[in-house]
């Protein structure tokens, strides 16, 4: 945001990268009652991650611009924690559950909205989404549980354990969020497509997400990948976790991050990528609106423009680098109206690329792929599992291309 809250504590105010754009973002918001306007396709996706349409109608009903955001999201917030406490109080947990995941839901959207360090506004709302989400955990009843997983120098990430039904050791995905998702967003305890499979999940922080913002681990070039393979490290002291069984699911900014996981970590069995962001960053960071620069920068702790972008090009030389040693089965699932990564940017991507490798291309679909999620996702944790427990032939190369008319 433009304003003082998006700017390192103690420093005076100055224009964010691109911030002349900002009164086509504000117009913009005016047009919707919702975010399609903003992300094409993004309906579908909070939709099925357990978000409910009257609550997002009424934040943007009332949005007078993109400031107003934080504002609005934890509006919505308060309103299902009250409905939950009151469910509670009255002894119906299944139904206290519920709006206690929504309203952890819209307190991430309040506090990430906010790419400020240590900002007091941000600051609360992030508070507020980890004990609503903490007393959804308790009434999940040990279906998900909450743990801190050191990462090397000081510094801790924190995940949350999905737990699949049954006794034994099983299948289990790390998930990778995105730049614009948090640890709590995914997978919808209420939905989960990997636990109804048979397959655990762990999704977690990251460096430069979520909690790990709020803690000041920073995201830096390649140490993405190396707390990966400290989160592989804890999945592997639990007796409810396959080892030879491991794969790796990241969507948006996370298709990168879970190949340079499972480059890095020979443990990691299988890759999925979905909402590809695994070409040239220009045209996310200097094409595209103004706001990914900015919670990108907030990312990594870097408010200099020029020093910026040479780290965002070092990430992707490094990015670029250890794909090439990517060894295991490999899917990538996009929209060839992805206004990110650009089909022919895929394409090249999965050329370049020596693994068992497959892509699914979808017409019509922007960068969300809201408009297919309800299909993808079950399609994704298919083939996952198929992956980790068959297996596909070393020259394994499929090119699927889905109409949605």
Excluded at 254 to 272: L, N, P, Q
Excluded at 382 to 396: E, N, S, V, Y
Aim: proline share 6%.
């Amino acid at each position: 945001m433009n304003d003082a809250s998006s700017r390192p504590t103690g420093t005076m105010r100055r224009q964010q990268p691109r911030a002349g754009q900002n009164w086509i973002f504000d117009n913009f918001i005016k047009l919707t009652d919702n975010e399609d306007v903003l992300h094409p396709g993004i309906l579908g996706v909070r939709l099925e991650r357990g978000f409910k349409l009257p609550d997002i109608e009424r934040v943007f009903s009332r949005l007078s611009g993109r400031r107003a955001l934080p504002r609005e999201w934890a509006r919505v917030a308060k309103q299902q924690q009250a409905l939950a406490a009151a469910a509670y109080d009255a002894g119906h947990r299944v139904t206290a559950s519920q709006h206690y995941h929504r309203a952890a839901l819209y307190w991430g959207r309040a506090q990430h909205l906010i790419p400020a360090h240590r900002n007091p506004v941000k600051m609360a709302n992030h508070a507020a989404e980890l004990r609503c989400y903490d007393r959804l955990i308790e009434l999940l009843d040990g279906a998900v549980s909450r743990h801190r997983i050191e990462i090397g120098d000081g510094q801790a990430i924190t995940g949350l354990f999905h737990k699949a039904p049954g006794d034994g050791a099983k299948p289990t995905v790390l998930y990778v969020p995105g730049m614009d998702a948090t640890k709590e967003d995914f997978p919808n305890p209420f939905n989960n497509d990997f636990a109804r499979r048979g397959m655990n999940v762990l999704v977690i922080d990251g460096p430069g997400q979520g909690e790990s913002n709020i803690n000041g681990v920073w995201l830096k070039v390649g140490n993405y990948a190396r707390a990966g393979s400290a989160a592989i490290d804890y999945l592997l002291t639990r007796d409810d976790v396959d080892a030879d069984r491991i794969g790796v699911f990241g969507t948006s900014m996370g298709t990168r991050y879970g190949v340079e996981i499972g480059s890095h970590d020979k443990r990691v069995k299988a890759v999925v990528g979905q909402m590809p962001c695994v070409g040239p960053l220009d045209v996310i960071f200097e094409q595209a609106q103004p706001n990914f620069k900015r919670i990108h920068m907030y990312m990594t702790n870097e408010y200099d423009e020029p020093a910026f972008d040479r780290l965002v090009g070092e990430m992707h030389d490094n990015f670029e680098r250890v794909s090439s040693a990517l060894d295991v089965p490999y899917l990538l699932v996009g929209g060839d109206m992805d206004e990110l990564c650009p089909p022919e940017d895929v394409r090249a991507f999965i050329d370049s690329l020596s693994c068992p490798r497959e892509l699914w291309l979808y017409e019509d679909v922007f960068h969300p792929m809201g408009e297919v999620a309800a299909d993808i996702y079950p399609a994704i944790a298919d083939w996952i599992l198929t992956a980790l427990t068959k297996g596909f032939p070393a020259d394994h190369d499929r090119r699927l291309i889905f109409s949605t008319r």
